[in-house]
């Protein structure tokens, strides 16, 4: 139930926009926009949910190059293929901000270094190491694998030049407690145990620049110094403060920061969960409350690969089987912090057996009984559509997947029941009294049903809150695989 304020504000990652969003990011954006909107439309609260683009990335310029684009072109295109896909997803956006919006993003991004100097935390040194660009992020040779980058499985770049390094090593105990004591929530336990035996093993401090020449054209330059840009972290970081006011609207960044919630993926969980939370205490800003972390999707148990020809393209997907089915599919079938698995036959299952032959048949079936009588029904009250431990313990811990697989064992439920009661057998007060607690069970479910199918959910829940219930159409129709 509510706690004591009434604004939620929450992110996804910010990806770089070198190629089209795929499934993974969808899955983000899935889990982000389940989770604003179970704040917003169950729980009431006033929802600020953020994203954006991190333009000043090195891969977003080796595909522009590849493209025989300039990276601004490039990113031009992309950025807004990034925000209509939020829309063709139905992500429900209140503050988008691109790295290379050099009005509402530099000049904040330029402050929150020069807070960081002011704290004596950026300072000036010679460095030698291994660098991945796919990661943007230099790597000990400890951490390599076979040589490798452990994400992207290629060997990183010997790289030496003069970067400003942020003071990470100050910060260490102050993040070990913040996150030992909860007030930083890592989700799950474990990618918070994860980043515990990171912080125990030692932080160091990190590059937060490049020079002018590596980043090739992009980067945020800075402040005071003509040859050196920002380390894109240190920058794309920093959007989710510049989507949210800070530098331009103060009242609005002061309602919101800090993030209750940062959605992301496994792979960049010590940028979030540590580097991030050292650069916003030594800014003197409040450090998120939870950082919540997801797990990557196979295809058939395989990695998706261009070469397997396995990749999963969501706006395939979504065009052949509809979106809600998608959406659903993928916060209740993919376990919501561990690794999980999309197949079109699993797909077709889970479609059949819980919207086609679940939802959708309940919901024509008890519809039809109650259009045929003249029958009142009473909508049911705010209180009892609240009542739900199972479900709330679930949402509030952040547990999509187990929430999802609750409100399905309640459907299960409604129609035993009416398999027991066989209303269609019955008459009068008997009959109305069995419809009349069918139709309460459906709209209590399709109420907290809406974080997962947002359209529909909010449709069905209307449609038996009405005293005069009609027939419906069918929700899911038989689908052509
Ligand atoms: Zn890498």
Redesign the pocket.
């Known amino acids: 139930m509510p706690t004591q304020n009434n604004t939620f504000s929450i992110t996804t990652a910010i990806p770089y926009v070198n190629a089209k969003p795929h499934l993974g990011h969808v899955l983000e954006w899935f889990q982000a926009d389940a989770m604003s909107r179970y704040q917003r439309e169950v729980l009431g609260k006033e929802v600020w949910f953020g994203a954006g683009t991190d333009e000043n990335s090195l891969k977003n310029v080796q595909a522009a190059e590849k493209a025989g684009k300039s990276a601004q072109d490039w990113l031009d295109e992309y950025a807004v293929i990034f925000e209509d896909a939020y829309k063709f997803f139905d992500i429900e956006l209140t503050g988008f901000r691109r790295g290379s919006d050099q009005k509402m993003h530099w000049p904040g991004v330029q402050e929150l270094w020069r807070r960081c100097v002011a704290s004596d935390d950026i300072y000036k040194k010679t460095y030698k190491g291994l660098y991945?660009v796919?990661?943007e992020s230099f790597y000990t040779p400890e951490e390599l694998v076979d040589g490798n980058?452990p994400?992207?499985l290629v060997p990183p770049e010997v790289v030496e030049e003069e970067n400003y390094f942020f003071r990470l090593s100050k910060y260490q105990e102050r993040i070990l407690q913040l996150i030992e004591r909860g007030e930083l929530n890592i989700v799950s336990e474990q990618f918070r145990n994860e980043m515990l035996g990171f912080i125990k093993r030692g932080l160091e401090d990190f590059s937060v620049s490049r020079s002018v020449k590596r980043a090739r054209g992009v980067g945020v330059p800075v402040p005071d110094s003509d040859d050196q840009v920002m380390y894109v972290w240190f920058d794309a970081l920093a959007i989710y403060m510049t989507a949210m006011g800070w530098g331009y609207d103060q009242a609005l960044f002061e309602k919101f920061w800090p993030a209750d919630v940062h959605v992301i993926g496994k792979g960049i969980n010590r940028f979030h969960s540590v580097y991030w939370i050292g650069m916003l205490l030594s800014a003197g800003l409040a450090t998120p409350k939870t950082v919540f972390v997801h797990g990557y999707i196979t295809s058939d148990g395989q990695k998706m690969s261009k070469s397997l020809g396995n990749v999963i393209d969501p706006f395939e997907v979504v065009n052949k089987y509809g979106l809600e089915p998608i959406r659903y599919y993928l916060l209740k079938e993919i376990p919501t912090h561990s690794d999980g698995d999309f197949s079109h036959a699993r797909f077709s299952e889970l479609y059949t057996a819980d919207l086609a032959n679940g939802l959708g048949n309940l919901c024509s079936r008890v519809a039809k009984l109650a259009s045929g009588s003249d029958y009142t029904f009473t909508p049911v009250s705010a209180d009892e559509l609240h009542s739900h431990p199972s479900y709330f313990e679930a949402m509030n811990q952040y547990e999509l997947s187990t929430a999802a697989q609750v409100l399905q064992a309640d459907l299960t439920k409604i129609d035993q029941q009416l398999n027991i009661d066989k209303p269609w057998k019955l008459e009068g007060a008997a009959q109305q009294e069995s419809l009349a607690k069918a139709i309460a069970s459906i709209q209590k479910v399709t109420y907290l049903l809406q974080p997962f199918m947002p359209k529909t959910a909010a449709k069905m829940y209307k449609h038996f809150s009405q005293p005069k219930i009609d027939a419906l159409q069918p929700l899911f129709p038989r689908l052509a695989i």
Request: proline content about 0%.
């Open positions: 991945c796919g990661c980058c994400e992207h």
